[in-house]
């Protein structure tokens, strides 16, 4: 009898544990970008179930809100968020602080059968973790609808940080308007990919986009116009806020640029008293630069840019303000030394660390100035001398506007064609004889927007090169290889799809 129980008894698990198995998931079928500095894969997998309880750390509830809201849409789960227990649950998600990693952006994720422990020493650390763990899950999980799936993690061991401090993209919203929307949603895409600074460009010849209080016209005049003659637009000061928040809340700092001595006319055309000979000019809607510059010789250029750098940095709580200092062709290069000198100074006074273009080198640098090098290698190399260090932005290897191929429809080629293979096969540590890693503070990859008239036209711009550059900001170079980049980029165009990405198909990937 007691047989015959026990043979019934092993009979019944056997049914449901072997009909039933847990499901599993591979790490191969995963890809994650940018790649971490070591992934260990451990042997089974983690299911999320409508069970499946998560423990987060009281101060983590902002930092993984974005997240668990993704899980929720995704799973259509209703899903439970709990305190942390001080001893610790034996299984579920476990998300906390920990002086364990000592790297500021760093992160751990321990993922095993039964558990997954997400920990970092700053809740920057758990957010960058977090976009691993959401690679880490099948694709739908970006989707904005619930799939009816089993929502795997491969079981895996990753410590994780980033190479360089400084990692991050620049969108110009001054030759074309883009909205508050859009640029929340320019946000989102690079935060996915672990970038911490966005840089807008919010002034050119042909906009000025940032509401200045104490000189309207910058908006009621400069602003109205934009590249082609369409209507332009600004950031109100509380819209600028509100993008400031936005990013914050993604652990992205904002760095806004004003960009001087040249490519001003959407100012010099709000107030003719900016003009050395006091006349307004036309607003301007072409593509030409180095026309336009700031009168050196008048007080009132330095009332109004104190102005002006005094509204910004009372808005915006990072450390940098980009003061510009491009392709000032208009400006005589005395005037120009003398003018990005000034400049950096009122960026000082007023509390902030300037930002200029690599032609800034040609002036005496203050010691936390940054050199953002584009152009010219005498440039970085003046910088270097000066002992500022540099973000590398070069524009044949980094400039998004560039044009993939010679068939591209939008963009620009002066730099040369930048396929993804190009975006991504270099090290910014070795353009430069002289200039190392130590030079550098991070990467950035700006994208001009003469040509871009819609967030499609960002996309395809950005997508994907823009993974290629997260990747160069983060990974360890010698973990760099356009081979395995290439497959691990291969497998991303479903989460493109899902999230209706209009990303250019490269021929060089083969998407699988
Ligand atoms: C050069 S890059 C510029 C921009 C243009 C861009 C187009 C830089 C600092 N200046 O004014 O928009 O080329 O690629």
Same mark, same amino acid.
């Given at each position: 009898?007691?047989?015959?129980?026990?043979?019934?008894?092993?009979?019944t698990?056997?049914?449901?544990s072997?009909?039933?198995?847990?499901?599993?998931?591979?790490l191969?079928?995963?890809?994650?970008?940018?790649t971490?500095?070591?992934?260990?894969?451990?042997?089974?997998?983690?299911?999320?179930?409508?069970?499946?309880?998560?423990?987060?750390q009281?101060?983590?509830?902002?930092?993984?809100?974005?997240?668990?809201?993704k899980?929720?849409?995704?799973?259509?789960?209703?899903?439970?968020v709990?305190?942390?227990?001080?001893?610790?649950?034996?299984e579920?998600?476990?998300?906390?602080l920990?002086?364990q990693?000592?790297?500021?952006?760093?992160?751990?994720?321990?993922?095993?059968a039964?558990?997954?422990v997400?920990?970092?020493?700053?809740?920057?650390?758990?957010?960058?973790?977090?976009?691993?763990?959401?690679?880490?899950?099948?694709?739908?999980?970006?989707?904005?609808?619930?799939?009816?799936?089993?929502?795997?993690?491969?079981?895996?061991?990753i410590?994780?940080y980033? %190479?360089?401090?400084?990692?991050?993209?620049?969108?110009?919203v001054?030759?074309?308007?883009?909205?508050?929307?859009?640029?929340?949603?320019?946000?989102?895409?690079?935060a996915?990919?672990?970038?911490?600074?966005l840089?807008?460009?919010l002034t050119?010849?042909?906009?000025?986009r940032?509401?200045i209080?104490?000189?309207?016209?910058?908006?009621?005049i400069g602003?109205?116009?934009?590249?082609?003659?369409?209507?332009?637009?600004?950031?109100?000061?509380?819209?600028?806020t509100e993008?400031?928040?936005?990013?914050? *809340?993604?652990?992205?700092?904002i760095?806004p640029?004003?960009d001087?001595?040249?490519?001003t006319n959407?100012?010099?055309?709000?107030?003719p008293?900016?003009?050395?000979?006091g006349k307004?000019?036309?607003?301007?809607?072409?593509?030409e630069?180095?026309?336009?510059t700031l009168?050196?010789?008048?007080?009132?250029?330095?009332?109004f840019?104190?102005?002006?750098?005094?509204?910004?940095?009372?808005?915006?709580?990072?450390?940098?303000?980009?003061?510009?200092?491009?392709?000032?062709?208009?400006?005589?290069?005395?005037?120009?030394?003398?003018?990005?000198?000034?400049a *950096?100074?009122?960026a000082?006074?007023?509390?902030?660390?300037?930002?200029?273009?690599?032609?800034?080198?040609?002036?005496?640098?203050?010691?936390?100035?940054?050199?953002?090098?584009?152009?010219?290698?005498?440039?970085?190399k003046?910088?270097?001398? *000066?002992?500022?260090?540099l973000?590398?932005?070069k524009a044949?290897k980094?400039?998004?506007?560039?044009k993939?191929?010679t068939?591209t429809?939008?963009?620009?080629n002066?730099?040369?064609?930048?396929?993804?293979?190009?975006?991504?096969?270099?090290d910014?540590?070795s %353009?430069?004889?002289g200039?190392?890693?130590?030079?550098i503070?991070?990467?950035?990859?700006?994208l001009?927007?003469?040509t871009?008239?819609?967030?499609?036209?960002v996309?395809?711009?950005?997508?994907p090169?823009?993974?290629?550059?997260a990747?160069?900001?983060?990974?360890q170079?010698?973990?760099r290889?356009?081979?395995?980049?290439?497959?691990?980029?291969?497998?991303?165009?479903?989460?493109?799809?899902l999230?209706?990405i209009?990303?250019?198909?490269?021929?060089?990937?083969?998407?699988?």
């Open positions: 009898f007691d047989f015959k129980i026990w043979c019934i008894a092993a009979i698990l056997c049914v449901y072997c009909a039933k198995p847990t499901p599993q998931a591979s191969e079928e995963r890809s994650l970008i940018p971490p500095v070591s992934v260990q894969a451990l042997e089974g997998t983690f299911q999320i179930t409508s069970n499946t309880q998560f423990y987060i009281d101060t983590l509830q902002k930092t993984t809100v974005e997240f668990m809201d899980l929720v849409t995704a799973t259509g789960f209703n899903l439970k709990n305190a942390l227990p001080s001893s610790e649950p034996s579920g998600v476990v998300i906390k920990s002086d990693v000592s790297q500021k952006e760093g992160y751990a994720l321990k993922v095993s039964d558990k997954l997400l920990q970092a020493s700053t809740p920057a650390g758990i957010y960058r973790g977090l976009q691993t763990v959401v690679q880490l899950l099948p694709s739908a999980i970006v989707a904005n609808e619930e799939s009816p799936i089993d929502w795997l993690i491969p079981a895996v061991e410590t994780d980033p %190479l360089y401090e400084y990692r991050a993209a620049m969108l110009d001054a030759r074309h308007f883009f909205s508050v929307d859009d640029v929340k949603k320019y946000i989102d895409y690079i996915a990919y672990k970038m911490n600074n840089h807008i460009h050119d010849d042909q906009g000025w940032i509401e209080k104490s000189w309207p016209e910058l908006t009621g602003a109205s116009t934009q590249v082609g003659g369409g209507e332009g637009g600004f950031y109100t000061q509380e819209q600028y993008i400031v928040q936005y990013a914050a *809340q993604r652990y992205i700092n760095v640029e004003i001087m001595p040249g490519h959407s100012a010099l055309a709000s107030y008293e900016l003009n050395c000979d307004a000019t036309e607003p301007y809607t072409g593509i630069v180095g026309f336009s009168c050196i010789d008048k007080d009132i250029t330095y009332e840019i104190d102005d002006v750098i005094r509204e910004l940095a009372a808005l915006t709580p990072g450390e940098y303000i980009h003061i510009g200092g491009d392709e000032s062709h208009s400006t005589e290069p005395e005037d120009f030394i003398f003018f990005m000198e000034k *950096q100074q009122i000082k006074d007023h509390g902030k660390k300037a930002i200029g273009w690599d032609e800034i080198s040609n002036a005496e640098l203050l010691d936390e100035t940054l050199v953002q090098f584009w152009a010219k290698d005498e440039n970085a003046a910088a270097v001398k *000066q002992g500022n260090k973000i590398v932005s044949a980094a400039y998004m506007d560039m993939y191929d068939l429809p939008i963009g620009l002066w730099a040369g064609l930048i396929n993804v293979e190009t975006g991504y096969d270099w910014p540590a %353009l430069v004889e200039i190392d890693r130590d030079d503070y991070g990467v950035e990859a700006p001009w927007g003469e871009l008239t819609s967030m499609r036209d996309e395809y711009l950005m997508f090169r823009i993974l290629g550059y990747e160069i900001g983060w990974s170079d010698s973990l290889n356009w081979d395995t980049y290439k497959e691990r980029l291969a497998k991303q165009h479903h989460r493109f799809e999230m209706d209009n990303y250019y198909q490269s021929k060089e990937i083969d998407w699988d």
